[in-house]
């Protein structure tokens, strides 16, 4: 069970972004210097936050990528999601009712309670991921870290 | 972000090995009678949950699989983890600490906030499975099934 590895990327360049002045953006190629990071591949997968609305693209010579929604409104859970960590875990193939032991249709109207069980558990790591927004995430670095990123990068 | 295809396999045959009479065993041939599931693949993963405690093996012409606890020590989390499931989703490779904008080391002693909510949600995760035992699973079940189970597997 893995999340794919930009998943750190994205978590990381979004925090970094919304640290930068209002209206400053950053483009792919700045943020994989920044974090070292393989630039056409960091580029695509920023491209999905902005299909996701967490970011936005402005093109043009200052052209580059800022937070497409204010940091109170960016969960974790969004960033996640955007980036192919959006679908459950667990696959139910409903084996109840394949085999000698083959449950009959009807006795399945109801989904089966492990798959049930399965789902309660993904929607509890959703509702941890989505209690948690970027704006909870600035408050919690040290007071120089703000002006550190917006000189390094801006 | 996939478990096991073998997850659902798992959860079916414990339950089903939970509603046996007493001493009763299932091999892992009829296990995969019962859900219509390739044997081979199927006796190597009930292997993993011998090795976990969930499920024992016993030996000789009459032997196979059961309950190695009481339905009510077992929970879905012993299951889900025993066959590939422990690993947290999310991997940190402390890209923070690399690239123009590494943060020196004296500043990383803590780990990352990114890292932390992410082990937050999986330990949602897990605490969502480990609240539901087999005795539970049972307990659900409609009043016909622990019967025709005993027929059709015992």
């Known amino acids: 069970m893995k999340l794919p590895v930009s998943t750190e990327w994205l978590l990381h360049c979004a925090t970094t972004l919304a640290q930068l002045e209002p209206g400053a953006t950053a483009s792919a190629a700045r943020l994989a210097e920044y974090y070292d990071l393989p630039a056409a591949a960091l580029a695509k997968q ?39 960590g959006a679908a459950s875990p667990y696959e139910c193939r409903e084996i109840r009712q394949q085999g000698k032991g083959a449950l009959p249709p ?23 991921l989505a209690a948690t927004t970027l704006a909870d995430v600035l408050t919690s670095l040290p007071e120089w870290a703000v002006g550190r990123t917006r000189s390094k990068l801006g």
Chains 1, 2 share one sequence.
């Open 46 to 84: 920023l491209q999905a936050l902005v299909r996701a609305g967490v970011l936005a693209a402005t093109t043009g010579p200052r052209g580059g990528f800022r937070l497409g929604r204010r940091p109170e409104d960016v969960t974790l859970l969004d960033i996640v999601e955007a980036v192919g």
């Open 106 to 128: 009807e006795t399945c109207r109801d989904a089966c309670v492990l798959a049930v069980k399965m789902h309660e558990a993904h929607q509890a790591w959703r509702t941890s």
